[in-house]
């Protein structure tokens, strides 16, 4: 393998982690991507052999890129892509000097309605935020990249933090409001309700599985509410065994062969309709969630 070959295996080990930050900074997959293309761009015109900590480096030159992208966004007062779901792409666990009530408001909103409030942060907020409280990264490495001191970065995530908590009237109640929608699901899938699962879903609710799944047999995604109530059959193998469980940040639940995690799914709920979810059928999700 040549340099250059060796250099793409490199950065393709950290893609998706990149992919992860940039799609919950810029809250579009298509900028997303276009961020991380950018990145190994400026990878490839750089001395990779004078780089000690590829990782850090990269997820710096990523951060500095999606905090471009929002500047230029927000000067030029654009909405972001809205018809973009949140990408179920794992992040790191909360940082360690977050509370617990901060940690389950955190967890109960890494989905569509984080993306909503992450959008009123000004680009620095969000980046500090983003990077501290959903991805791990000390305020010492976020400081360079948002051009302040570890002090003052601290204190921009500290006011994201507020903002995402007041993003709803409580984080706990909206969560049991959702996970009651889910519950709602549950119960229709199981009992094979038709029109119980289409009181539950959005007209234009998206199913989407990832390859695991697909490959399993679960059909590919499927939109609009009878499309999906009509897969009842699969849904209701899915639900037979399963536990509540928060997939991803999201409500959802875990189907259990034999004792074990063998798919998983997560809800993507607005109101009392739940718009979209994943069938998750990926081995290292699951152990992760075991």
Not at 87 to 110: C, F, G, M
Not at 113 to 141: G, I, K, Q
Not at 143 to 148: K, W
Not at 215 to 234: D, K, M, N, Y
Request: glycine content about 6%; aromatic content about 4%.
């Amino acid at each position: 393998m040549n340099t250059a070959e060796s250099l793409a295996a490199r950065f393709h080990e950290h893609r998706g982690l990149l992919h992860s930050i940039a799609h919950r900074m810029l809250g579009s997959r298509a900028e997303a991507e276009d961020a991380v293309q950018e990145t190994w761009l400026k990878l490839s015109r750089t001395d990779a052999s004078q780089i000690d900590n590829l990782a850090a480096w990269l997820t710096t030159v990523t951060g500095r890129v999606c905090l471009d992208l929002l500047r230029s966004r927000s000067a030029r007062r654009e909405d972001p892509a809205g018809e973009d779901l949140p990408e179920p792409a794992p992040a790191a666990a909360p940082a360690p000097d977050t509370d617990p009530e901060h940690q389950a408001v955190l967890s109960d909103t890494v989905g569509t309605a984080l993306m909503v409030v992450l959008d009123t942060l000004s680009p620095a907020e969000r980046l500090a935020f983003v990077l501290h409280d959903m991805f791990a990264l000390p305020f010492e490495e976020i400081a360079p990249v948002v051009e302040r001191s570890p002090a003052a970065t601290r204190q921009l995530a500290s006011r994201a933090r507020r903002r995402v908590r007041g993003g709803g009237a409580d984080g706990r109640t909206d969560l049991a409001r959702r996970r009651e929608v889910v519950d709602a699901f549950l119960a229709a899938a199981r009992g094979g309700d038709f029109e119980a699962l289409l009181r539950v879903l959005a007209p234009d609710v998206v199913v989407r599985p990832d390859t695991a799944a697909r490959l399993a047999g679960v059909p590919a995604e499927t939109r609009g509410a009878r499309a999906v109530a009509s897969q009842a059959i699969t849904f209701a193998r899915l639900a037979e065994q399963a536990r509540p469980a928060l997939v991803r940040g999201l409500p959802g639940f875990v189907s259990l062969k034999d004792g074990r995690p063998y798919a998983a799914l997560a809800f993507t709920v607005h109101g009392d309709r739940i718009t979209g979810f994943d069938v998750l059928y990926e081995p290292e999700l699951l152990a992760g969630l075991a």
